[in-house]
């Protein structure tokens, strides 16, 4: 599992010209990427990380100041671009695998007491957010 991390003072997900979920005040926007072998017990494992990661302004974390969170589901993440012009997919789970992973990662985020915007799984979406300081970090589980 994949997952990049922006600090943020605002983002949204708009799916066919409306805004499906979005952000305020200091938080984080996630890309999430799930790979085959990922499992629910992973995510619950990147979520609580996620969730006491001290990378808010004044080393706070999302839990000290309960700051939002907007998940996207991102199978770019495991893109492959080391031959050709063409990026392979292979290393990306399929959506039936990644679906319930994603979902779980979320729900481990709201049982820590994380307020969660997400995106719509598999759909074509359009990102926005203002990325604070700027902040950009790579996890991996």
């Known amino acids: ?25 200091p938080g984080l926007m996630v890309l999430l990427g799930v790979t085959h072998d990922d499992t ?12 006491k990661l001290r990378i808010l302004a004044e080393e706070k974390s999302a839990s000290d100041i309960d700051a939002p969170m907007l998940v996207v589901s991102q199978f770019t993440l495991y893109a492959d671009t080391r031959k050709g012009r063409r990026p392979s997919w292979g290393a990306a789970a399929p959506g039936p695998v990644a679906e319930p992973v994603y979902e779980k990662f979320c729900a481990a985020l709201e049982a820590l007491g994380a307020t969660v915007g997400r995106g719509v799984f598999g759909a074509d979406m359009a990102v926005e957010l203002v990325n604070d300081g700027p902040v950009t970090l790579i996890l991996e589980a």
């Open 40 to 51: 629910p017990e992973r995510a619950e494992t990147l979520a609580a990380k996620l969730w």
């Open 1 to 25: 599992m994949r997952a990049v991390v922006q600090r943020v003072t605002r983002a949204s997900v708009t799916v066919d010209g409306e805004v499906v979920s979005r952000i305020d005040g």
